[in-house]
Each structure stands twice: as structure tokens, then as C-alpha cells.
């Protein structure tokens, strides 16, 4: 084994790499364009059916300025939209007491593996899963291994555990693709 990490996750860092993933990730990045670009088509398209069908009338030069300004708003602050969201879904799962990560968690790795032990699981997957390290600071590492799951690592906690150097050293071998935000 050439690294163990015992990790405490909180909600907030839930919180947090979740709306990392949806600010900064690259599926993040995409969907908030796509969504911007949709309700952009979806607006001229609502405007041009009120002309089509009312004609060039004071109700629908009114109607097309004021739902052009409602929906470049709304695009504006699209970023401020998903993240409310998110912390909402996230207050909703707790309530139910389905958060979607364990609190309690240890992370070995070895040569060939990464062996996460939680209470309920084990789970042994093989480096080539991981898609990309994210660095975010010196607040987060997360080692994804799909496009939406991550490993979440706080730096605090790397850094009072193992070398945080030679253990990034060890990740950069076995991930071609990192990021640093």
C-alpha cells in the first residue's frame, strides 16, 4: 500500500465540489451553455409566434421587450439559478437522510488500485477509471472517476496524514489529465 487517508467529508464539502463540478467542470460548463442557448431560442421563438399571431401591435412590442428582459436576465443569472438549486437538492437529501456520500470513508491506494472502505462497502477500482485530477486550491483534490462521481479529498486532511508532494506525485502517474483551479 503506498497510501492510506481516513476522509471526514462534511455537507459542505459536498456543497462544494458539487458546485464545482457544475461552475468549472467541463459537463457543468456545457449544460449552463446549452441551457443558456436554449432559453435564448426558446425567447425569439415565443416573440416571433406573438407577432406572427398579433401582428406589429403595442401589446406585443410590450410583450416581446418585457420577456426579452425577463429572459436575459434569467440567462444572466443562470449561474445563481444552479447554484440555489444545488443547495436545495442538497437540503432536500438531507432531510430524507439520503445523503449521496459517506461522511466516514478510507481511501487506500495501492500500485494498481484505489480500495475505498466506508461502514456499508468496499470498493476496489483499478486507476484506469480515473478520468482527470482536479485541484482546486489548497481546499480540494478531487480524483474523478466518471463524469458526474469524484473522489472527494480535502487538502487539510491530505496534508495531516501522508506527504501531500509525493502523494500528488503518485496521482500525476497514474492520471495524465490534471487541472488546477
Known sequence: MQFKLDINLTEDDYLEYNLFHAMQSNTGKKQIR???????VVTVILIAIVFLILGCTFFSITYAI?????MGLYILFLVNVVKRNIKSQIKKLKKTGKL??????RLEFHEDKIIEI?????????YEVL????????????????????????VPQI?????QDDFLNFLFQKC???EYY
Open 34 to 40: 446549452k441551457s443558456r442557448i436554449f432559453l435564448a
Open 66 to 70: 418585457l420577456l426579452g428582459l425577463f
Open 100 to 105: 449521496p456520500f459517506d461522511a466516514v470513508s
Open 118 to 126: 466506508t461502514d456499508s462497502k468496499r470498493i476496489e477500482q483499478g
Open 131 to 154: 478520468e482527470r485530477i482536479c485541484i482546486v486550491g489548497d481546499r480540494f483534490v478531487y480524483l474523478y472517476y466518471s463524469s458526474i462521481g469524484a473522489f472527494i479529498l480535502p
Open 159 to 163: 496534508k495531516n496524514q501522508i506527504d
Open 176 to 178: 495524465n489529465i490534471v
